[in-house]
């Protein structure tokens, strides 16, 4: 049994042996389960008593499994602390899993390394040839899937399902199309008006992003964007076009000459980037846009993720005259008098209270009380959520300062909105009667 355990780090050999172990296991018509085994707390034993004590650790678990798999059963370490284990001809899913609750069963009793009682837990995944794979690497693949998905959800072993494929692979694979989605030019900026409800005439744009996939059909920014932000190199890139792509469109449409801002918001992952100054910053240069035209939109829960750091970079912005707005205001965590503290000029109050105004008298009093409280801050506020002219009307009497929504219009290619809009730029339209 001993020679059959021993352990190979080259993961040519083990595919390699993985292979062969299918192969004959394909011959027979019989079935092979590939179980990757995870030792917890190894890396933290390591750092904190050395490799050495990792490696006894390790060597002892072997031993430990010496005695309860039968003498075709193979493991093989494959990474620092992950393990193989093939067992072929099994008949059912029920026997692998008790192979798996039997390992897991051999980490009850501690460790013992020199006179130190040391406790480790393990978090298997399994998956079988033929059900899941009949290739050596994806057989591989599907049974670390099926781990990772025991480690997200907390449970000790998983079986690969198409589930825990979904859930741990459709991220990166999102991530990829995302990134040709960009650089495929599949992604497209759209911009709503925001009516000065007192003037009542535009006043500016927020710019929004869409995607149409053509293998994913349309996704929506709730979706994608948190992928993005996940990675700091993917994020970058996006913004990179984003902030291009706006500026281009808003020097080219004239709307700066007319005095319309341009709002485009702030990913909560960029408010922990020290570069998106310099970024924004050089962007506006190369595109000539001044800081009074530019409003960035960030929202509370943004902002309160790492509250010292966000400051530190909303004031640089602040510094060069760039409007800040909070975006969704009503929905997180701070207050007003939070915000006394944030270089904030504007608020956006969130739509779901400007939508039931009309229908409900305690939404009616929140936006009274944000329009109220945010003028005695010398804050502008802005309601999204116009949907008819009814609430538009009654924004005005409020005294809110802007609107926006689908009744002014929904996000329109920058385009089709400057010629929508008149010839000087401001788009009037009656709004008291």
Not at 19 to 25: E, H, P, Q
Not at 151 to 176: D, K, R, V
Request: glycine share 6%; aromatic share 8%; with cysteine.
């Amino acid at each position: 049994m001993s020679t059959n355990l021993a352990i190979h780090h080259e993961r040519t050999l083990y595919l390699d042996e993985l292979g062969k172990s299918i192969a004959s296991c394909g011959a027979d018509n019989k079935r092979l389960a590939l179980l990757i085994v995870n030792i917890d707390q190894l890396w933290d034993i390591t750092i904190t008593y050395g490799y050495k004590v990792g490696d006894m650790i390790l060597g002892q678990f072997v031993e430990r499994m010496e005695g309860i798999l039968r003498d075709a059963d193979r493991i093989v370490q494959i990474g620092e602390s992950d393990f193989a284990v093939m067992l072929p001809a099994v008949m059912n899913q029920g026997h692998a899993t008790l192979a798996a609750n039997k390992i897991l069963g051999l980490l009850d009793e501690p460790f013992i390394i020199e006179d130190q009682y040391l406790n480790v837990d393990a978090k298997i995944g399994i998956a079988f040839f033929p059900d899941h794979a009949e290739d050596p690497e994806l057989l591989t693949q599907r049974a670390a899937l099926a781990l990772r998905h025991a480690q997200s959800i907390g449970n000790l072993c998983e079986t690969y399902t198409f589930s825990c494929y979904e859930e741990e692979s459709a991220p990166i694979m999102l991530a990829h199309e995302f990134r040709n989605a960009i650089k495929s030019d599949e992604l497209k900026m759209v911009y709503q008006p925001q009516v000065n409800l007192q003037e009542e005439k535009v006043c500016g744009v927020e710019a929004l992003v869409r995607w149409t996939s053509p293998t994913l059909g349309v996704m929506s920014p709730e979706i994608f964007i948190p992928v993005a932000e996940k990675s700091r190199d993917l994020m970058s890139f996006f913004t990179t076009w984003t902030l291009n792509t706006t500026m281009r469109h808003y020097i080219e449409s004239g709307m700066h000459a007319n005095g319309v801002k341009l709002s485009v918001n702030l990913s909560a992952a960029l408010l922990n980037d020290a570069e998106i100054v310099d970024t924004i910053l050089t962007t506006m240069s190369i595109w000539g846009v001044e800081p009074e035209n530019l409003v960035l939109e960030v929202t509370e829960s943004s902002i309160m993720a790492h509250p010292e750091k966000s400051l530190h970079i909303l004031k640089k912005f602040d510094d060069v005259g760039i409007t800040l707005s909070i975006d969704d205001f009503g929905t997180g965590y701070s207050s007003l008098a939070y915000l006394r503290k944030l270089p904030v000029k504007e608020l956006k109050i969130d739509k779901s209270f400007v939508t039931g105004m009309l229908n409900s008298n305690d939404d009616r009093k929140i936006v009274q009380s944000i329009i109220d409280m945010s003028h005695n801050f010398d804050l502008l506020v802005v309601a999204e959520g116009v949907e008819d002219m009814e609430t538009l009307k009654l924004l005005a009497q409020m005294g809110c300062d802007v609107g926006q929504g689908y009744f002014i219009s929904k996000p329109t290619p920058m385009d089709v909105l400057k010629h929508w809009m008149n010839e000087d730029g401001s788009w009037k339209m009656t709004i008291q009667t």
